[in-house]
């Protein structure tokens, strides 16, 4: 069983940036992909980016290439979100999320295991 555990929300202004963080214990790390979702308030859960086992290949949704970058220390057990030049739009709830089979990055059901949640609110 894995745990995840996100932190590093907060409320920013717009254009600003902010890191997001995934702890994860209770598996082996290195063997999982490890993805980060979003969701808006009123909205339905959406993918924002993914990095894989070794090679490490990355993946984002459209609305976030080249102002997210996300990333993975295998020896801390943690997964990075760079969140740069954020918008309003960008104000979600945030997810960690892990999986064994990565058959569509994009689908959260591929997605076995969850953290919490942390906020991030982007003031205009």
């Known amino acids: 069983q894995v745990q995840l555990v996100e932190s590093g929300g907060g409320l920013v202004q717009a254009g600003d940036s902010l890191r997001l963080s995934c702890a994860a214990s209770g598996g082996t790390f290195s063997s999982y992909a490890m993805g980060w979702f979003r969701q808006p308030p009123g909205k339905e859960r959406e993918f924002v980016a993914t990095?894989?086992?070794?090679?490490?290949?990355?993946y984002f949704a459209d609305s976030v290439k080249g102002r997210f970058v996300i990333s993975r220390d295998n020896a801390k057990n943690t997964v990075y979100l760079q969140m740069n030049s954020l918008k309003p739009e960008d104000t979600a709830v945030y997810y960690c999320?892990?999986?064994?089979?990565?058959?569509?990055?994009?689908?959260?059901?591929?997605?076995?295991?969850w953290g919490q949640g942390t906020q991030v609110t982007v003031s205009s």
């Open positions: 990095i894989t086992w070794v090679p490490s290949i990355t």
């Open positions: 999320a892990a999986t064994r089979s990565l058959h569509s990055y994009s689908d959260y059901r591929q997605y076995n295991y």
